[in-house]
């Protein structure tokens, strides 16, 4: 019988990925989070469809909702009247649309259900190498976290964060997926539009360009 492995599920291609790799050896409890993201209702049924494919049951699905990041806001993906920017993948910056502090919200989210569940693991799909250039995305970070989690847990938790496709670029994570059967088809990447993805954000040039590269046509629709 496998172990209980808690992954955190936006709906998009890293996150779809890291599940397919955290399937291999664990059951999968899957746990998504609405905060207001402009594509909120869009990757909700990412999530519902991605868990319907590797037949998660319901007790093992949770979708948490929180107003607390885009009350906070600062960032184009949580504030309407902030436009997401044209894609840029040479900024030097960190982009408008860093959510600040995200992962440290999903992280702790994810580390209080997996001690619950007495899970011992909690994968999330964080890119450094080839992502936006967010602070919340990097190897520093994630070490950081679960040197936290060690000493905020019960001493005999013992959880470990997975970082599966942390050193990996887009294009890896698109052969690594199509290698593992996973259902890129129903993953969710645009950071502003729910219908058709709008093919010019950052998300969007990045999983374009790393289609493109891996040789892999791109499922996913975009506008004209």
């Known amino acids: 019988m496998k172990s209980v492995a808690v992954v955190l599920l936006s709906g998009g291609l890293d996150s779809c990925v890291t599940a397919a790799v955290a399937a291999q050896s664990h059951d999968l409890a899957l746990l998504h989070l609405a905060y207001g993201q402009r594509t909120q209702t869009r990757e909700r049924q990412a999530f519902s469809d991605i868990a319907d494919f590797y037949g998660v049951p319901p007790k093992r699905r949770t979708i948490l909702q929180t107003d607390a990041l885009s009350r906070i806001g600062g960032s184009a993906l949580t504030d309407p009247d902030v436009p997401v920017p044209d894609a840029d993948l040479q900024r030097p910056d960190v982009p ?7 992962n440290a919200h999903l992280l702790c989210l994810g580390v209080s259900w997996a001690e619950t569940l007495r899970a011992r693991a909690v994968y999330i799909g964080i890119v450094e190498e080839d992502g936006s250039g967010y602070p919340d995305c990097t190897e520093a970070f994630c070490s ?6 060690t000493a905020g847990t019960r001493p005999e ?3 470990r964060i997975h970082t599966p496709v942390i050193h990996h670029t887009k294009t890896q994570i698109v052969r ?4 593992l059967g996973a259902p890129l088809h129903l ?3 645009c950071y502003s539009r729910e219908d058709v993805a709008c093919g010019r954000c950052d998300s ?3 999983r374009l360009r790393a289609f493109q590269n891996a040789g892999i046509p791109d499922p996913v629709s975009y506008r004209p």
């Open 96 to 102: 408008i649309t860093y959510v600040p502090f995200r």
């Open 144 to 149: 950081a976290f679960a040197r936290a989690v």
């Open 157 to 159: 938790t013992n959880i």
């Open 176 to 179: 690594l997926g199509a290698d």
């Open 187 to 189: 993953t969710w990447s």
């Open 204 to 206: 969007c040039a990045l």
